[in-house]
């Protein structure tokens, strides 16, 4: 059974900073691209950082500079360290674990950036 469990969500003002960490389990961790996706109420989900088997990192034009994807293979773990926060980042975010024409889905954190 799969299993990706996020967390590190939560209230951060301005400025501030969080880290998410998805855990997973039921996967060869090592072999699959991770990403970290975004919704916002009445928007659409959005790509914000992927991470592939290798190491290569991609990130959408308005994280750029703020916001950094990490893997530890020996954890089966994905993380999103995200400074300079900013309300338009506040979302729930999703970390999905993507190989070939399947991707495994966590059930999301709540990240609200608010004064």
């Known amino acids: 059974q799969v299993q990706l469990v996020e967390s590190g969500g939560g209230l951060v003002q301005p400025g501030g900073s969080l880290r998410l960490s998805c855990v997973t389990s039921g996967i060869i961790f090592s072999t699959y691209t991770m990403d970290w996706y975004r919704q916002a109420p009445g928007k659409q989900r959005e790509l914000v950082a992927s991470i592939t088997n290798g190491a290569r990192t991609n990130y959408a034009d308005s994280v750029k500079g703020r916001f950094t994807i990490s893997r530890d293979n020996a954890k089966d773990t994905v993380y999103l360290q995200m400074n300079s926060l900013k309300p338009e980042d506040t979302a729930v975010y999703y970390c999905?674990?993507?190989?070939?024409?399947?991707?495994?889905w966590g059930q999301g954190t709540q990240v609200t950036v608010s004064s």
């Open positions: 999905g674990a993507r190989k070939r024409m399947s991707t495994y």
